[in-house]
Antibody, heavy 119, light 107 residues
């Protein structure tokens, strides 16, 4: 069955960096675009970033562009999110989710990994 | 960037009620809208994609409609397990954007 398992979350001080990972299984990872979506405590969903199936195209939310980098390793079925210059407002549960095509996206999500930015 | 304005932000309803949630896009987005349900402490679950296509396994009391700038999610005959928060998502262009959410509570 399809599984997406995020890891790498934790408590970090403002201005520091953190790297999240998402391990995929149960489907052909290299055929799917992959997304990160986050949710601050008690708040709604916020789309963060997407990477194409081959890894050659990325798009970002305005709030993270220039600070976050999405990447993937299709040989390891792994998605990553490198986060730099973290802010208090980046505190959230970070989910990875898959997209098969432009009509059919975010059908499966991981359980999320919590990032807390605090001094 | 496209903004999705979702209404209402919260509502109270009874079991058996017909519930309608609306999302308005700041510009035309064809049918590139999906709807998600999220229960407290749980992962969002996709209900509808391409504005009106029902996700496999989702009960038929859920339906979606709309095109252009106005979209609706309808629950025909609210069930106890439907009390949750619902989000729309536009995926016409990047950056993708979610609506603010609608919390459906028990009356």
């Amino acid at each position: 069955q399809v599984q997406l398992v995020e890891s790498g979350g934790g408590v970090v001080q403002p201005g520091r960096s953190l790297r999240l990972s998402c391990a995929a299984s149960g489907f052909t990872f290299s055929n799917y675009n992959m997304h990160w979506v986050r949710q601050a405590p008690g708040e709604g969903l916020e789309w963060v970033a997407v990477i194409s199936s081959e890894g050659n195209n990325q798009f970002y939310a305005d709030s993270v562009r220039g600070r976050f980098t999405i990447s993937r390793d299709n040989s390891q079925n792994t998605l990553s999110l490198q986060m730099h210059v973290l802010r208090v407002e980046d505190t959230a549960l970070y989910y990875c989710a898959r997209e098969i095509n432009w009509i059919d996206l975010l059908d499966y999500w991981g359980q999320g990994t919590l990032v807390t930015v605090s001094s | 960037d496209i903004q999705m304005t979702q209404s209402p932000s919260a509502m109270s309803a009874s079991v058996g009620d017909r519930v309608t949630i609306t999302c308005r896009a700041s510009q035309g987005i064809s049918n590139y809208v999906a709807w998600f349900q999220q229960k407290p402490g749980k992962v969002p679950k996709r209900l509808i994609y391409a504005s009106s296509s029902l996700q496999s396994g989702v009960p038929s009391r859920f339906s979606g409609s709309g095109s252009g700038t106005e979209f609706t999610l309808t629950i025909s005959g609210l069930q106890p397990e439907d009390f949750a928060t619902y989000y729309c998502l536009q995926h016409k262009t990047y950056p993708l954007s979610f609506g603010g959410g609608t919390k459906v509570e028990i009356k």
